[in-house]
C-alpha cells in the first residue's frame, strides 16, 4: 500500500532536506567556522558545539558605559566616543611602523597606537572626520609626556552600519584565545553558538535540587554567561557571582563530587581487606623506644587509623600534616601494626632520595625491634633488585620502602597489609588505585606534606577519609625568614658563617645542576666550588643532586647528619622528608625561580630542633609580580595552611600542584580558589544523591547519569553498588 496524503517526510529519505542539530556536532558545524578555524579551536580543547557552550568567559569588560575623553583613567578599561581627527603610520626605528589615530571630543584628545596592522585595510576604515567608538585601557607613555594613550584598543566606526553589536555599548565576554584566532572572533562563534544550540541544552541537576537552590534554567544560564543582557550587577557578573554563574558552577561541582561520592561509596563495600589486631606487641615496644612523647595530633591521627584498620573494609585515609609534624612516627606506627598481625607493610616515596632518607630514619628501630626492612629503589643493581623482589614475594620482607618502583608489575607481595604513600601531591589518583590493586585490598594511608586548601581537599581526595597533624611537635621555633636581593648577599654568607661557628649546619640550595646557557643562574656545582674555595675554605663544604649515584647520595647524606659536612649545596632534591636537626640556617639561591610550595617545603628543612632557625632567600631581578607575591607570602607566614591558599590565589586552580595528574577531569567553569561555598554545597548533595540513588538508576536521574558518564568517561566508571 502506498501512503497518501502524508505530507511528513519518509523516516529515512526526508523530504526537504533538514539538519537536525545535535550538542555532540563538531565545531565545523557552526557558522563561520571551517576547516582552519576548526584547528584552532581544538587547541582551546573546543571539538564539539557542547564543549563550546561551556567555554565560558575568562572575565568581561563593561563597554556599556561611554566616557568623555577627559574622564579617562590610565589602567582602567573604557570606552569613549570621539572623532578622528588624524590618522597615519610614522616609522620607529629602522623596521618598526606604527598606525596612530588621534581622536578628539568636547573634552579633549587621545592618541590611539597599533604596532600590527593591515595598513591598506587601517587606512581605509579609520578616515578622519569619522566618529569611532574605542574600547581599551589608556595608558601615560611617559617618553612622550603628552598625556594618555591607547594601544591596540578595539575601535568601530560609528557611522557604519551596524556597529558591531558584540563589542561596543555593552557588556562584553573576553574569552581565553590561541593564536591565530582574535577575540572578536571567537565572540562570534560563541553568538551563534548560544543562539543555535543553547535551547538544546537539557536540564540534568535532580529537579528537587534545582528547586532548593532556585537554580535558573541551563539553557538560560548559559545564554546568559556568554551575552549578559543590558542593565545587570556588573560585579557580580565579574566576580562570578550571578546566580547564573553560579547555577553552571554548581553544576559541574555537583557532577565531580557525584563521582566522588559513588567512589567513596565503592570502597565502602569493597572486596573484603585484612582487620587488624591492634596495639600489638611490636607497636607497644616501638612507642617505648622513641625519645618523645607523640604530640597529641600525632596520638589522634594514630586513634582514627587504628580504628581503620581493625575494619573489615580497606583503609583509604589521608594524613595531612605540615612539614615536621612528625608523620614519619605515624606511618611506622601503622606499618608496625601490619607486621605485628604477620603482613607486610610498603611505604613509598616520590624520589629515591626521600626513599632512601626513610629507609635510614627507620632502620635502627627495624633493628632494635627484630622487623625485617628493605629499600627497594630502581636504583639498585639487576641482581640486587631481584633478591629483593624474592625476598618481598616470599614475605621475608616484613617492611619494604621504595619509590613508585614497588608498584611495578615486577613486584609482588606475599601479602601486604598496609600500603603508605608518602609526599601524595607527586603520586596520581591512578598509581594510588594501583598500589590498593596489588591483591589483597590492603589499607591505604596517603601522607601529605604539602598542606592543601580545604576546597581542593574536598575534590582531589574527596572520596578518602582525612586525619590532620595540626600541631607540631613542642619547642619548635618560627624559622626567621629574610628576602636578600643579589647587592646584599654579603650579608647573607655572614649570618650562614655565624651559624657555623656556633655549630650549626646549613644548606645552600640552588635550581639547577649544571651550566644552562640559557638561563644565566648560579649552579650548585658552581656555587659549591665558590663557597668552599673563596668563602669558606676552613669548612667541609658538601654537594649533593639527583644525578648523581644512590651509595654516594647516602653516603653524603649520612656525613651531613653525622655533622661531618658543614655545608651542604644541594638541588631541590632535599625538598622533602630530609630530617637533620642540627641544620639552622638556610640559603635560597634563585629564590624567584621556586614556586611557593617547594619554597616552603625547602623551608622545612631546617628548625627542626630546638635552636632558633633561618632561612634566607636570594632574589635576583627582574622580579615578576607573581615571584614577588610568592616571596612576600614567604616573609609572612610560616603556617603551612596559609601558605598553601596563597599559592592557591596566586597560580590560580588551574596548575595548581595535583589538579591537572590527579585523574579527575579539569574544571572548565569552577574555581577551586573562589568557589569553596559552592564546592560544600555541591558536595553535600552530591553525597546525599549517591546516597538514595547509588548508580543513578531512577528514571529522574537519567538525564544525570548520562552527564555523568560524559563527564567522567573512563576515569570513573559507575559500578553497581549493593
Ligand atoms: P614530617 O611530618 O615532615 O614527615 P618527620 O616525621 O620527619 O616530619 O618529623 C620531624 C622531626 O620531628 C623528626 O626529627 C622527628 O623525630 C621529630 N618528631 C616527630 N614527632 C615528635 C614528637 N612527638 N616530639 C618531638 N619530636 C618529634
Ligand atoms: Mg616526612
Redesign the pocket.
Known sequence: MFARGNGSASPTIPRCPMIKRSLDDPVQFIKGVGPKRAVLLDRLSLRTVEDCLYFLPRRYEDRSRVRRIAQLTAGEQSTFEGKIVNAGTYAIGRRKKIFEVILQDETGVIRAKWFRFNEKYFREKYRPGLAAIVSGKPAFNRRLGSGLEIVHPDMEIAADEGVDALEIGRVVPVYPTTEGLHPKAIRKIMKHVVDEYAPLMEEILPEDIVRKYHLPPVSEALRFCHFPPEGGDVSALENFRTPEQERLIFEELYLLQLGLAHRKKLAGQAERGNPLRTRGDTVRRFVKL??????GA?KKALAEIMDDLEKERPMNRLLF???????????LTSLLTAVDNGFQGALMAPTELLAEQHYL?IRPYCEKLGVTLELATSAATQRERKKIQESIQDGTTQIAVGTHALIQRDVQFRNLGLAVI?EQHRFGVLQREAIAKKGFAPHVLV?T?TPIPRSLALTLYGDMDVSV?DE?????KPIATQLFHENRREEAYDLLRREIAGGGQAYVVCPLIEESEALDMKTVIEIRKYLQEELFPGRRVGLIHGKMKKEERQQIMSRFKAGEIDILTATTVIE??I?V?NATVMIVEHAERFGLSQLHQLR?RVG??GELSHCLLMAYHPLSEEARARLNAMLKTGDGFAIAEEDLAIRGPGDFMGTRQSGLPSLRIANLARDIKIIEKARKEAFDTIDQDPCLDRPAHRGLKRAFQKYFGDRIKLMDVI
Do not use: I
Not at 600534616?321 to 606511618?331: E, I, M, Q, R, W
Not at 607540631?472 to 619548635?476: E, I, V
Open positions: 622513641l625519645q618523645f612523647e607523640l604530640t600525632q600534616g605540615d612539614v615536621g609534624s612528625g608523620k614519619t612516627a605515624v606511618a630514619n608518602d601522607m606534606a597533624l607540631l611537635p613542642p619547642g619548635r622533602v622528608g630530617d636537626p622545612g627542626r630542633g
